[in-house]
């Protein structure tokens, strides 16, 4: 099962862009990474996914190298309301090997946005 | 459109007393089912997993259990809480079946206190 490992904190500024990197050195094949974005008291919820290279969606982006041993969420010009804890995840499709379908979470990133 | 359903929001139970969190998925079929815990400025823990009817894992050995008596209903229980029992316990689904990895869906959390 890859074990990931994320900064515990990062502070940032609004309007600034954000990069939170994430080490995967023991992923597997049909792993994908994910990342998750949890406020207090809520459930985490889905940012954005990817397998390789650069996937880019309308909240963030998420750089892949080739070597897939590590990744980075960029979340251009944050806000306040992007306080949270960020969650970095890699696991393979049901019946695709890897982690079987469960899902381990690591302790995350806690981003504090500041004025 | 898949929905998930977690209840009750919060709970406060003494030691030694029963517990029961119900969790229900509408929407979709054979989802892969999870139960979390947070404990107070703590990651998420995952408790249990179940890829079907009756097939539960453990990935934490303690004083809880989990059932899952119909496709889309999962359950988490213990027949006598402990005072570290007490944290915010999240239910999620997601579909890891095909070529295509989806991303987990989390419910609004149970807040339990033991006293």
């Known amino acids: 099962l890859a074990k990931t490992t994320q900064p515990i904190s990062m502070d940032s500024y609004e309007g600034q862009e954000v990069n939170i990197t994430c080490s995967h050195n023991?992923?597997?094949?049909?792993?994908?990474i994910t990342w998750y974005q949890q406020f207090p008291s809520q459930g985490p919820r889905f940012i954005i996914q990817?397998?390789?290279t650069k996937v880019t969606n309308e909240v963030a982006s998420l750089f892949i190298p080739a070597d897939r041993k590590s990744s980075t969420l960029s979340l251009p010009r944050v806000s306040l309301s992007d306080t949270a804890v960020y969650y970095c995840?890699?696991?393979?499709?049901?019946?695709?090997?890897?982690?079987?379908?469960?899902?381990?979470f690591g302790k995350g990133t806690k981003l504090s946005v500041k004025p | 459109s898949q929905t998930i359903h977690q209840w009750p929001a919060t709970l406060v139970q003494p030691v030694g007393s029963p517990l029961s969190l119900e969790c229900t998925v509408e929407?979709?079929?054979?989802?892969?089912l999870y139960w979390y815990r947070q404990a107070a400025g703590r990651g998420l823990q995952l408790l249990f997993y179940?890829?079907?009817?009756?097939?539960i894992s453990s990935e934490v050995p303690q004083n809880l259990s989990a059932s899952r008596p119909q496709d889309r209903q999962f359950i988490l229980s213990s027949k006598k809480l402990l005072l570290s029992d007490s944290g915010f316990y999240l239910c999620?689904?997601?579909?890891?079946?095909?070529?295509?990895?989806?991303?987990?869906?989390f419910g609004q959390g149970t807040r339990l206190t033991v006293v």
């Open positions: 929407g979709t079929s054979n989802p892969n």
């Open positions: 995840l890699v696991a393979a499709p049901r019946g695709y090997g890897g982690s079987q379908g469960n899902l381990i």
């Open positions: 990817g397998y390789k």
């Open positions: 999620a689904w997601s579909l890891f079946g095909g070529i295509v990895h989806t991303e987990a869906f």
């Open positions: 023991n992923i597997a094949t049909n792993d994908y």
């Open positions: 179940s890829v079907g009817i009756g097939q």
